[in-house]
């Protein structure tokens, strides 16, 4: 992973090949996108604080661990100190690192993970657990005034499924594995998770879990939450073990405690998880809605049908927009195709093309369960006046998924920040919710007399409701600091996200960029009782403190 940006280095988003980007940016944010104006700092230029590791500590961890597996590496402090939101990457490329973790260890089995807690608790030292440091959310920062040593513990070496009851459907796996390993394993015996984040090759079970995380697929597989049957954790008073059982009535659910708990309550090692049998076909298909409001009223619909995709999600028009605007060249086919859909959408069925939203939906199963689904919601299609475009353009998403990722940094490099936001609400208040977000957003633009995009898409439907993922960005008006300036557009969303009954994210936790709406959503009685979980749980606040509360 870069220090710096996201993925792997050497990979990059480019423009050169999707030659209608540069006019979209320049007309929408009035980017010059062939100009670089802003590059991170170098490596070497870095002014990395010393670390504070006592020759005794690091001994006692070395003790706990091996000393292969104890590492005051600059760069690997430098890889751990924060995670991947817009304010760790702005920061870092600007060389302002903030209190970096004095040591990283590596322990391989929840025997060395109990060791390496006993040596910090003994040290009063702060220990933040490390799955692949992608949170979006501050979740991972050592809070700046922190004097004790601060130990990063990076579970990566715990990689392995160790079980699959074939019988449950349920796996046994260490929580340190990343998602292309998980799925490898599992793939391998015919099995599946089936949770992709748009974050899949670089983020972990642990950080899943300890996040609340969502993948593409959750309409089919769950959340996180709902595809987690048990968790271990090694805390301060023992290893924390429930059981895989499939429901309990045993009180408060602790399994729930530490979903989400963001390392704050000990370190998970292992989990017990749904696996599925890898679908025989899998299919995405593109369709168009002729507005916003006829495509949420049909995810709405198919939620409630007896159908089942495994992924519904429709971009609103500007989103619609920015995808057309991010197709590589074109073939001559690939032109006159286009031509005669447009001609036939306008023509024919009356749609605006500046309107119209693209949605994906996804199926999975047997040949005649896909095919039945797709019958299911092709009527409720045709009801809201969609129609199919077939599976190219799934096909194309469902490619350029994991590259998408890389245009933060591709943006920041020509001095724009360019971020998410989202939430959750009941169906019933959505199409308010996004009226509101897209209007506070663009206040929020005028306010700071800056050129901004904002864009939407509904994802992850569920029985009540659905997630509204919101992007944004702008080009910085350069006469006040640029974070600053985020934050008014990011405040807004958000403080709008609570004023109308949604929730302060979906799945990208709370961490501490979420931290100050958090009771105004789940109430002032609600953060005590979290706070007193905290506080009862560590007492001493060695684990990953400052966090949610
Ligand atoms: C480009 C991009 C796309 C993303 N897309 C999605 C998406 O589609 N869906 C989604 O849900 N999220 C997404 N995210 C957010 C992020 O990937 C998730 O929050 C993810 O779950 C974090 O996992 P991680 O392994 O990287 O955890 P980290 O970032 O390493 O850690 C996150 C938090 O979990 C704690 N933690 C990690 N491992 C453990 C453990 N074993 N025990 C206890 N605590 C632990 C850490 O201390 C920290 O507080 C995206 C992020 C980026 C940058």
């Known amino acids: 992973m870069k220090w710096w940006g996201w993925g792997d280095e050497g990979v990059s988003f480019t423009h050169t090949d999707k030659p209608a980007l540069a006019p979209f940016i320049k007309l929408h944010l009035g980017l010059d996108i062939e100009a670089k104006t802003s590059r991170p700092v170098a490596f070497d230029d870095l002014r990395i604080p010393d670390s504070s590791l006592e020759p005794s500590l690091r001994s006692a961890l070395e ?8 590492s005051t590496d600059p760069l690997d402090r430098v890889v751990h100190a924060r995670g991947k939101c817009l304010r760790d990457l702005v920061r870092h490329r600007r060389g302002e690192l903030g209190r970096v973790p004095d040591v990283v260890v590596r322990p391989d089995d929840e025997d060395e993970v109990a060791a390496v807690l006993r040596v910090a608790l003994d040290a009063d030292a702060v220990l933040i657990p490390f799955g692949g440091g992608t949170n979006i959310s501050g979740s991972l920062e050592a809070p700046e005034s922190e004097t004790r040593p601060v130990i990063s513990v990076d579970t990566g070496l715990m990689d392995r499924v160790l079980e699959i009851d074939e019988e449950s459907r349920l796996a046994r796996v260490q929580a340190g594995v990343l998602g292309p390993q998980l799925e490898e394993q599992l793939n391998a015996r015919g099995w599946t998770v089936g949770h992709f984040p748009d974050s899949f090759t670089h983020s972990t079970l642990g950080g899943w879990i300890a996040t609340r995380s969502s993948g593409m697929q959750s309409d089919k597989y769950g959340d996180v939450a709902d595809l987690t049957r048990a968790v271990r954790v090694v805390t301060p008073s023992g290893i924390l073990a429930t059981r895989p059982v499939p429901h309990t009535s045993t009180g408060p659910s602790v399994r729930e405690m530490v979903l989400g708990s963001e390392g704050r309550l000990g370190i998970i090692t292992e989990a017990t998880v749904h696996v599925h049998r ?8 593109g369709y168009l809605f002729p507005s916003w409001p006829e495509a949420l009223a049909a995810m709405r619909e198919i939620a409630e049908s007896e159908a089942s995709p495994s992924v519904t999600r429709v971009s609103d028009a500007a989103e619609t927009r920015f995808s057309f605007a991010t197709r590589k060249e074109p073939s001559l086919l690939d032109r006159l195709k286009s031509k005669v859909l447009q001609t036939y959408l306008e023509r024919r069925r009356n749609f605006d093309l500046e309107a119209m939203c693209l949605s994906f939906i996804g199926y999975e199963g047997t040949k005649d369960h896909v095919a039945a689904q797709r019958k299911l919601v092709g009527k409720i299609v045709s009801r809201h006046d969609g129609l199919s475009v077939g599976s190219g353009p799934g096909q194309l998403y469902d490619q350029k998924k994991f590259d998408t990722p890389y245009i933060r940094d591709y943006l920041l490099d020509r001095g724009a920040p360019g971020d998410v936001s989202e939430t959750s609400a009941p169906w019933s208040a959505l199409s308010t919710l996004y009226d509101n977000v897209t209007e506070a957003a663009h206040r929020a633009f005028d306010e700071l007399g800056v050129r901004g995009y904002i864009m939407c898409h509904l994802s992850h439907s569920y029985h009540a409701g659905a997630c ?22 990011k405040d807004a969303i958000q403080q709008t996200f609570v004023d109308s009954g949604a929730t302060l994210s979906h799945h990208h936790a709370v961490g501490t960029e979420h931290a100050k709406w958090l009771d105004q959503d789940i109430s002032g009685p609600g953060v005590a009782m979290l706070r007193s979980l905290f ?15």
């Open 63 to 70: 003790g706990a661990v091996g000393s292969e597996r104890v």
């Open 278 to 285: 890898v679908p025989e076909r899998r299919t995405i298909l």
């Open 468 to 489: 509204l993922y919101f992007t944004f960005a702008f080009k910085p008006s350069g006469r006040r600091d640029v974070l600053e300036e985020y934050d008014v557009v």
């Open 535 to 549: 506080d009862g749980v560590d007492p001493g606040a060695n684990l990953n403190p400052g966090k949610i509360v």
